[in-house]
T-cell receptor, first 116, second 111 residues
């Protein structure tokens, strides 16, 4: 089974701190994603990457950046954390699409970040 | 752009009841459709998918049929169990990389 591991389950940070959320996958997947999950809003895509050192903005990239130096690792960075970034953050990975239909995403268990 | 609308919850049912969660979509292009499930304390996992019109995805007793004419992908299960208590997300993809998710529907099944 694919395993996507997020380094922290719970995290509490202060406003203005720089925050790193780490994600590692063990299935050699090309594509990796960062979503945030908020009640009533579902999942919203922050950034994604389809190759090492490549990144693309998702729907809500403001206030975030990412790093993908190795294929298995995709980091989300909050340059200066704010209280409106309090949320559940989900990392996911997927292989390239083969044939018709999108490739399913494999998710980590999430990091619940609280910014005070 | 792409968007997914699913029925608001929460939904509370008794064991062995019939479950339906409505999902409609708007998409540019010809999407693939998915249902994901999130059990308490866990990440999302794929429940089922359909890639073309009239396809039926099924898994763990759940079914959903891709209806292009009504742009819908409703999730159904004939007899739910307590273990089906979870949050269910409808999603679509029109390219290789990105999924668009609905807001999620919380389902609670009581014994």
């Amino acid at each position: 089974d694919v395993k996507v591991t997020q380094s922290s389950r719970y995290l509490v940070k202060r406003t203005g701190e720089k925050v790193f959320l780490e994600c590692v996958q063990d299935m050699d997947h090309e594509n990796m994603f960062w979503y945030r999950q908020d009640p009533g809003l579902g999942l919203r895509l922050i950034y994604f990457s389809y190759d090492v050192k490549m990144k693309e903005k998702g729907d809500i990239p403001e206030g975030y950046s990412v790093s993908r130096e190795k294929k298995e690792r995709f980091s989300l960075i909050l340059e200066s954390a704010s209280t409106n970034q309090t949320s559940m953050y989900l990392c996911a990975s997927s292989p390239p699409r083969q044939g018709t239909g999108g490739s399913p995403l494999h998710f980590g268990n999430g990091t619940r970040l609280t910014v005070t | 752009g792409n968007s997914v609308t699913q029925m608001e919850g929460p939904v509370t049912l008794s064991e062995e009841a019939f479950l339906t969660i409505n999902c409609t979509y708007t998409a540019t292009g010809y999407p693939s459709l998915f249902w994901y499930v999130q059990y308490p304390g866990e990440g999302l996992q794929l429940l089922l998918k359909a890639t073309k019109a009239d396809d039926k995805g099924s898994n763990k007793g759940f079914e959903a049929t891709y209806r292009k004419e009504t742009t819908s992908f409703h999730l159904e299960k004939g007899s739910v169990q307590v273990s089906d208590s979870a949050v269910y997300f409808c999603a679509l993809s029109t390219n290789d990389y990105k999924l668009s998710f609905g807001a999620g529907t919380t389902v609670t099944v009581r014994a």
